[in-house]
């Protein structure tokens, strides 16, 4: 792929299947890769909405992960913490082309800026 704003991150068969792996793109924030069960690719940023706990360390369950700490749920998704908790961390569009994962650069760069409101980018 052309370097058309993409990023190629890791191979697919690098992700653990129902687990993370963690990438840190040109030194910038901890980005958690996730596959599903049914083996779909989310990204989102690797800090829990709560206390910031390493989401890529928690149980994945459908399309959510469990965060290691309290045991917020957290939509892999949206980013969206499941009721009653009330939260979200940043996602990350993810592209894949012939086995590896790209994520966007522009998306990357903002990744360490705080949201800006209750819902997720
Ligand atoms: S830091 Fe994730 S549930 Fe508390």
């Known amino acids: 792929?052309?370097?058309?704003?993409?990023?190629?991150?890791?191979g697919r068969d690098e992700i653990p299947r129902l687990g993370a792996r963690v990438v840190r793109p040109d030194g910038g924030e901890d980005i958690a890769l996730f596959r599903s069960g049914d083996d779909h690719?989310?990204?989102?940023?690797?800090?829990?909405?709560?206390?910031?706990?390493?989401?890529?360390?928690g149980i994945v369950h459908g399309r959510?992960?469990?965060?290691?700490l309290h045991g917020w749920d957290i939509g892999l998704e949206d980013g969206q913490a499941a009721a009653p908790d009330v939260g979200c961390t940043r996602t990350l569009q993810v592209r894949e082309l012939?086995?590896?994962?790209?994520?966007?650069?522009?998306?990357?760069?903002?990744?360490?800026?705080p949201l800006a409101r209750a819902g997720c980018a």
């Open 1 to 10: 792929m052309p370097d058309d704003g993409w990023l190629a991150v890791c």
């Open 41 to 57: 690719v989310f990204a989102v940023v690797d800090r829990c909405p709560h206390r910031g706990g390493p989401l890529s360390q």
């Open 64 to 68: 959510s992960v469990t965060c290691p």
């Open 98 to 113: 012939d086995g590896r994962i790209y994520l966007r650069r522009d998306e990357l760069l903002a990744a360490a800026a």
